[in-house]
């Protein structure tokens, strides 16, 4: 019986096939009604929905039976001719010469209308959503772009650790680790392990989980996220924002190119990606972000940090992503190489993401003199003991070089235009969870 069936395809090419064509499809019940001569299966699978019609009056009766035990997320697979409908999602259905119940689901714990709070404790369920399957079909869609463009462009991947034993991005946002007796902390950022790789590789990348002890709850902020940094012997702080340019401009053209369907299913409006998928962004200074706030009369000084209030403000401004560059020294970090010219400043660089979304990549030049370094350490009451195997890389060989960080999340936050991180990351962390 099993070798006559139709040939198994997505829901996605059942939708494309010809009037008349076998097909057998499987996955869960989106949704279901039953008019009595025909039930009305909504099937859903990672690619999309496909009605699947149960005609009582000409279907097998183990199949009706069947369709008629299905329950809300209940695993099925059913099979018949394709047949258009414009009134079925995709403009087609598949009438049903068989319906099987691979797993019938108990009473969906999710129904619609549901909370934040109640959504977040069943996370686990909420993931196969289809909001949120379009997201994860962006963010694949982000991440392999990225690769693609970093693969092509002559950068190695590097597998730097997680478990650290010193701060890169300042001690408040630390998560501390009992490393049997010792102090350990999970990384904030891989840049210093990539630093050390140039002297080997010149030019590395790599993508890890970073993590920050972060005070305050915000809508951009995890505690754990995904985190992309590239690391370039020789180059300059323009170098790298060019890459940082050309690394978000080729996420933003795969997305548009490959993600469609799944931008309109969030009722993203793309008009507004397209202008981003060409790496020509603008460029400001600290400077000059301080004078256009000033303008629409946000009080800010100069020296201020900019946060997200600022970055807001700022994107009102640009229809792309934007840089900032050459911030005050003492609200940025420590390694970040004195601006020759003008040494309260540092060349250091941020992309803002326009439409309010702000920052999604910090990056600079890194200081490369021994002397310069070790009082920059000092001066920021650091202790230069722990800081002695990166100072080792401004003694043996030092360079010039740059790099950056991009935040994945963030990224696919814009891109999506999601209004929430949270929902760019399947399993977000949370202070009160970590359930599921
Ligand atoms: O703190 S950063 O601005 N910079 C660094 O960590 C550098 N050490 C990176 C480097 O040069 N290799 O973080 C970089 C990016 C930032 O622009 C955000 O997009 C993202 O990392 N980021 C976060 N995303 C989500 N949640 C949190 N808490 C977070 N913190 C930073």
Do not use: C
């Not at 019940?29 to 009305?40: A, E, H, Q, S, T």
């Not at 299966?41 to 019609?53: A, H, M, Y």
């Not at 068989?98 to 069943?122: Q, T, W």
């Amino acid at each position: 019986m099993r070798a006559e069936l139709p040939q198994l395809v997505k829901t996605r090419e059942a939708l494309r096939m010809p009037e008349g064509s076998e097909a057998r499809v499987r996955g869960w019940v989106y949704r279901k009604r039953d008019l009595g001569g025909k039930i009305f299966v909504v099937v859903r699978d990672s690619e999309g929905i496909i009605q699947v019609v149960v005609d009582r009056s000409t279907a097998p009766r183990e199949a009706v039976q069947a369709a008629e035990e299905a329950t809300i997320e209940s695993a099925v697979e059913a099979w018949g001719r394709v047949a258009p409908d414009p009134r079925a999602p995709g403009g087609a259905e598949l009438r049903a010469e068989g319906f099987v119940l691979h797993s019938r689901a108990e009473d969906f714990p999710i129904k619609g209308g549901e909370g934040v709070d109640y959504l977040l404790d069943v996370r686990h369920l909420w993931i196969r959503s289809r909001r949120l399957t379009a997201v994860w079909r962006i963010r694949h869609t982000v991440l392999k772009a990225m690769r693609e463009y970093l693969e092509s462009n002559g950068w190695w991947e590097v597998s730097p650790p997680i478990l650290t034993q010193s701060a890169v991005e300042g001690g408040a946002t630390l998560f501390e680790v009992n490393f049997f007796g010792k102090k350990a902390y999970l990384s904030q950022s891989a840049q210093f392990y990539l630093e050390a790789l140039i002297y080997s590789l010149e030019r590395v990348w790599s993508l890890t989980t970073s993590f920050r002890a972060e005070r305050s709850r915000t809508r951009r902020h995890l505690y754990e996220y995904w985190h992309l940094e590239t690391e370039e012997a020789w180059a300059r702080m323009r170098d790298s924002m060019r890459v940082a340019a050309e690394l978000t401009a080729a996420a933003v053209r795969g997305v548009l190119e490959e993600r469609l369907e799944e931008l309109s299913l969030l009722k993203r409006d793309t008009e507004r990606l397209e202008a981003a998928a060409r790496p020509d962004y603008p460029s400001i200074t600290y400077d000059e972000a301080i004078e256009l706030l000033k303008r629409r009369g946000v009080s800010i000084e100069w020296g201020d940090d900019l946060g997200a209030d600022e970055e807001r403000v700022l994107t009102e401004y640009f229809d792309t992503p934007f840089f900032v560059t050459h911030f005050p020294k003492h609200i940025k970090s420590f390694y970040m190489k004195i601006d020759p010219g003008r040494p309260e400043v540092v060349l250091g660089f941020d992309l803002l993401a326009p439409e309010g979304y702000g920052e999604i990549i910090g990056g600079s030049e890194r200081e490369d003199r021994y002397e310069v370094l070790l009082a920059r350490i000092r001066e920021e009451g650091l202790d230069p003991r722990d800081y002695e195997w990166y100072l080792d890389l401004r003694r043996y060989g030092s360079v010039p070089h740059s790099g950056f960080g991009l935040g994945v999340d963030r990224l696919v936050m814009w891109v999506a235009g999601l209004d929430h991180i949270r929902d760019s990351i399947p399993f977000p962390r949370f202070r009160d969870r970590i359930y599921p």
